[in-house]
């Protein structure tokens, strides 16, 4: 990654318009805002926008996109936890030498404990949770410290039935149970069930408190939008010949080689993310099912054993 993760305000992209070029042009937030926001949804570097994280309600087979959704990342559906008191509980991993793979108690001990409405992992048979005010079980994070809602998220994939968006206003079976779709058109997402949550990870342009287009604070980027406000403005005025055709083409040489070395440096990986991503593909045995883990450990080196490895 060539570029922090940092972000600055837009006004100051605007007062550099101003000093360096000495426009004679009435600038206002909401043109600077537009080109800004426009040059950066073209470019479509993910480095440079935001990735954000949102819970879409479904209601009849279809839920509001966000606002702000520039590209989809990855979508899952949120299932919940049967509602008896007691939930079966992943609470470890174990290292199978070539992917780390979720154990619960069932797995280690051989008998099913569950996590009842104290919040503790006890066995069912045992769990008498008088004189504990009864709770929804919750989930904790890996370090335990993090309550989250109980719910598991299961991935959901591209829609390829034809008839996808028609499927809860009829009576055919389109074979939805087989696995939990989606498709998206007219600012909404169409899934293959009528209620529930999904999970949309997704990418969107940064904004600051008031709306406008926060710029990653890498100066390659600061100069690139710089540029492509000077040359809309720089546009307008030769249109109304208020400059010369030699200013104009000036300015656009500059936006052009501006905004290319913007993109080229974000796009050059830093040693952390070649790391990553060479781990990824230097594998013996592939790995094929990442999606149905969120992607997650894609990063970890492969593990061979040259001897069978007993997990109990």
């Known amino acids: 990654m060539a570029i922090s993760g940092k972000h600055v305000s837009l006004k100051t992209i605007v007062e550099r318009v101003y000093m360096d070029f000495g426009f004679n042009y009435s600038l206002s937030f909401t043109e600077a805002a537009e080109w800004a926001g426009s040059i950066m949804a073209l470019l479509k570097v993910p480095l440079s926008l935001q990735n954000k994280v949102e819970e879409i309600e479904i209601h009849e ?9 520039e590209s989809i990342i990855q979508t899952a559906r949120m299932v919940e936890h049967g509602s008896d008191g007691c939930t079966a509980m992943v609470i470890s991993t174990l290292d199978r030498g070539t992917e780390f793979v979720e154990v619960s108690a069932i797995d280690i001990v051989n008998r099913k404990f569950k996590l009842c409405g104290c919040n503790s992992f006890t066995s069912c048979d045992e769990c008498t949770p008088e004189g504990c005010e009864p709770r929804k079980p919750i989930i904790r994070s890996a370090g335990g ?8 998220l299961e991935p959901m994939r591209w829609a390829t039935d034809t008839f996808h968006t028609k499927q809860h206003s009829t009576d055919y079976d389109f074979y939805c149970k087989s696995g939990s779709t989606y498709t998206v058109n007219s600012n909404y997402i169409f899934t293959n069930f009528d209620k529930g949550k999904v999970m949309m990870s997704y990418l969107a342009i940064p904004t600051d408190e008031e709306g406008y287009p926060l710029i990653p604070a890498d100066e390659w980027w600061r100069q690139a939008v710089q540029y492509e ?6 546009f307008k005025m030769f249109v109304q010949g208020t400059i010369t055709d030699k200013v ?9 080689w ?5 993109v080229n440096k974000t796009k050059t990986p830093g040693i952390d993310e070649m790391e990553s991503f060479k781990n990824q593909w230097l594998r013996l045995i592939p790995k ?3 999606h149905s883990s969120m992607f997650r450990n894609m990063q970890l080196p492969e593990k061979m054993f040259n001897h069978p490895y007993r997990y109990f």
Do not use: F, H, W
């Open 61 to 69: 087979s279809r839920g509001t996109l966000p606002c702000d959704l």
């Open 145 to 152: 410290n993090l309550a989250v809602p109980r719910y598991r």
């Open 229 to 234: 406000i000077a040359y809309k403005i720089a």
């Open 248 to 256: 104009y083409q000036t300015i656009e040489k500059e936006r052009d």
């Open 258 to 262: 501006k905004v290319a070395q913007a």
């Open 288 to 290: 094929y099912n990442n």
